[in-house]
Nanobody, 119 residues
Framework: QVQLVESGGGLVQPGESLRLSCAASRIMFSIYTMGWYRQAPGKQREWVATISSSYDTNYADSVKGRFTISRDNAKNTVYLQMNSLKPEDTAVYYC?????????????WGQGTQVTVSS
């Protein structure tokens, strides 16, 4: 019933930009910490960026200074602006929503969107 749907992936050349979106439904979006993760072929899924319910942001060192995570609570959407893309950024990018509850943690994932950076 909970849905996180990523969009905006595609094929770009090195140095170009993409903006990913993740639209959430059926959750109280504003209280969720939202994050972006990525998984390249043959590699572990890795954390990319996080934005808290209070708009605090954190980034993996590999993307710091190039990527920007943001959220629009009115639209129930989290974004990942990716600039200066590199071939090593090629991966399936996943949106994640996490909410801490008394009985545990709610943890939802989107289906992923492919980002390919290639000449």
């Amino acid at each position: 019933q909970v849905q996180l749907v990523e969009s905006g992936g595609g094929l770009v050349q090195p140095g170009e930009s993409l903006r990913l979106s993740c639209a959430a439904s059926r959750i109280m979006f504003s209280i969720y910490t939202m994050g972006w993760y990525r998984q390249a072929p043959g590699k572990q899924r890795e954390w990319v960026a996080t934005i808290s319910s209070s708009y605090d942001t954190n980034y993996a060192d590999s993307v710091k200074g190039r990527f920007t995570i943001s959220r629009d609570n009115a639209k129930n959407t989290v974004y990942l602006q990716m600039n200066s893309l590199k071939p090593e950024d090629t991966a399936v990018y996943y949106c994640r929503g996490v909410r801490l509850r008394a009985q545990g943690e709610d943890d939802y994932w989107g289906q992923g969107t492919q980002v390919t950076v290639s000449s």
